[in-house]
């Protein structure tokens, strides 16, 4: 080879090498930005967790971390100097530098945005006015809201951006933190946005767009209801620009009776009541005497409007367990006329010894056997208007218990609010779901012993390879009371009550069903089906109902299939029992766990199962 030849060879190798030398560097910045991206989205990660906690100072200093890490993601982007046009030249460099540069960009957004999201949760967990009364907070909810507004925009903004690294194909880690804020992004932003809806719902409610009327109902869980227990008493609690009183508490009794035009007639009242012997007129103590709160609050509020009253725009709901936990934040209080403190333990039994127990107070007692729960209510109503800001977090919690487990319901003509409600399963209705599906709803009779009222419902699942199934429920109704419980030994003659159970969406009633005695409309796309079922003092009654479902297992794939269970328990009522038996197709089996033989419904049950065929 002539030396010419031999010099260009050179030069062309040195130029290979320094090319490829350029391409390392340039990569390697880009795995140095990675690894600050990857730092990041832990520290989002940690955010997430600690706002999960109500921690926000420990959130904000994840956020901030987070931000920084995205920074410096970006300060190594763009000191490459020299390695810039190179890297803007090579296809495979240049996609990861652009990914990572949108990426840092995404981070930064989503931690601008975790930051207006903790200011907006800070004032409420964290009022720099932490005596600012519940009654008095409209301002600083709308403060809150203004702030949760700046962090959805951002977190739009960040959307945007993580969508565009959907196009790139990059490296490993990269790739796995674009994966993990595709995830992240949506759940974080679907919290955020119901959030902002739920704070529209309370400044609607506490009069922050006019006044507002809403009807308050106590239902005694003593006497069994579909929605947990007889309206004994009710009040008006009144909005007005941030201000709320309780304006009035009394007897339903003490309402109704006076107004003969606010009731349904019997020909025209929910189906317990019509076909009672002889058939009873429908008032505002028995709206709910269907599995529908959301058709009680209706009916309530077209009978207080027949009844002369001035129109209100929603219903509440609670069951002295909903008290309980309010006394359980602010304290116990003292009751007036009555020497003795309440407290979050007592609550339940004491009301219940008031209402059951005490002797009966004298002829003309403007409350009768209700007066100690009509003084408490307006005691305990009063306590929480007059909350500090300090315990608006707890008080929150509280709340938010009592309507997951439906110790509180809401109704409300208002769009807002009632949007509010419905999507969080605040509304007290049954939800539309997929899967095995079971609810006891039971209307009782002339009796006051649903504390003493506990079921065992023995659930037998025959699942078939077609995703059909067989389903038998068998419900044991044990009457643990003596008969001559109450202050005058009549309030426990017997359970007798109008049951009606609703099943899985499409599901037929089957033949082993024992004979109905009405068949109701389905109720949210449950079937339904109701029988008169009663058990005497200290013991027990059956009742069974077989339902055929055509399509109950969801499928996930040629050879795994989901089994999905929701069965609701009776609010206010605790001790019942659900046993459960499935019987899989041959040849399948569960893939990590089979669903427990036994579970107490105390709560409701939801959850899946994952079942795969062999072979």
Do not use: C
């Amino acid at each position: 080879m002539s030396w010419a030849k031999r010099h260009r060879a050179l030069i062309i190798g040195g130029l290979l090498a320094l090319g490829l030398a350029l391409f390392a560097l340039a990569l390697l910045q880009t795995i140095r930005a990675d690894r600050n991206g990857v730092r990041g989205r832990a520290a989002l990660a940690r955010a997430e967790q600690d706002i999960n906690a109500h921690n926000v100072r420990a959130a904000r200093a994840d956020l901030l971390e987070a931000r920084a890490y995205f920074r410096k993601m970006r300060d190594h982007l763009s000191s490459m100097g020299p390695l810039a046009p190179i890297a803007r030249l090579t296809p495979f460099v240049r996609v990861q530098i652009r990914g990572a540069n949108d990426f840092a960009q995404s981070g930064e957004l989503l931690s601008d945005a975790g930051l207006h999201l903790v200011d907006a949760a800070s004032g409420i967990l964290e009022p720099r006015d932490t005596h600012l009364r519940l009654s008095d907070a409209l301002g600083e909810l709308r403060k809150v809201r203004s702030a949760l507004i700046g962090g959805i925009a951002a977190l739009d903004a960040a959307d945007e951006k993580v969508g565009a690294l959907n196009g790139y194909r990059l490296l490993g880690p990269l790739d796995n933190a674009r994966r993990d804020l595709n995830v992240r992004l949506p759940r974080v932003a679907a919290r955020a946005r119901s959030a902002r809806d739920g704070l529209d719902a309370l400044i609607d409610a506490l009069g922050g767009s006019g006044p507002r009327r809403f009807l308050v109902f106590s239902q005694n869980p003593d006497e069994v209801r579909p929605t947990g227990g007889f309206i004994g008493t009710y009040g008006v609690l009144v909005a007005r620009n941030g201000h709320m009183h309780l304006d009035q508490y009394a007897g339903t009794s003490d309402w109704y009776l006076p107004r003969p035009q606010a009731q349904l007639p019997g020909d025209s009242a929910a189906l317990p009541l019509r076909l009672e012997s002889p058939p009873q007129a429908q008032t505002i103590a028995n709206v709910n005497a269907t599995a529908d709160f959301v058709a009680a609050g209706r009916l309530a509020s077209q009978l207080w409007r027949a009844g002369g009253e001035q129109p209100i725009d929603g219903v509440i709901s609670m069951t002295p367990a909903v008290m309980a936990r309010i006394v359980g934040v602010l304290g116990p209080v003292t009751v007036p006329g009555y020497p003795e403190t309440v407290t979050a333990a007592n609550l339940v039994e004491r009301v219940d010894f008031h209402t059951h127990f005490e002797p009966p107070p004298p002829t003309g007692s403007p409350d009768g056997r209700k007066g100690f729960l009509v003084e408490l209510v307006h005691v305990v109503v009063q306590k929480l208007l007059d909350a500090p800001a300090a315990r608006w977090d707890p008080l929150a919690k509280a709340m938010g218990e009592s309507f997951r487990t439906r110790d509180a319901m809401g109704w409300s003509n208002r769009p807002v609010i009632q949007h509010a409600l419905t999507e969080r399963a605040w509304d007290g209705t049954l939800p539309r779901t997929s899967g095995d599906f079971f609810y006891d709803s039971e209307f009782e009779y002339s009796a006051k012993n649903g504390g003493g009222l506990h079921r065992t419902f023995d659930h037998d699942v025959t699942l078939h390879a077609d995703g059909s199934a067989q389903i038998t429920t068998t419900i044991t109704i044990t009457n643990t009371l003596p008969p001559n419980y109450g202050y005058d030994g009549t309030l426990n003659i017997d359970s007798l009550s109008f049951v009606t159970l609703y099943g899985p969406s499409g599901a037929i009633l089957g033949t082993g069903s024992d004979p109905v005695d009405a068949r109701p409309g389905a109720l949210n796309g449950h079937p339904a089906a109701s029988w008169f079922a009663s058990a005497d003092p200290q013991a027990s009654t059956t009742l069974r109902v077989v339902w055929n479902v055509p399509h109950l297992l969801v499928p996930t794939s040629a050879r795994r299939s989901l089994y999905q269970l929701r069965f609701m328990h009776l609010p206010g009522h605790q001790g019942d029992v659900l046993h459960m038996h499935v019987k899989l197709p041959p040849g399948w089996r569960w893939e990590h766990r089979a669903p427990p033989a036994t579970m107490t419904l105390d709560r409701d049950i939801s959850d899946d199962w994952a079942l795969v065929r062999a072979g």
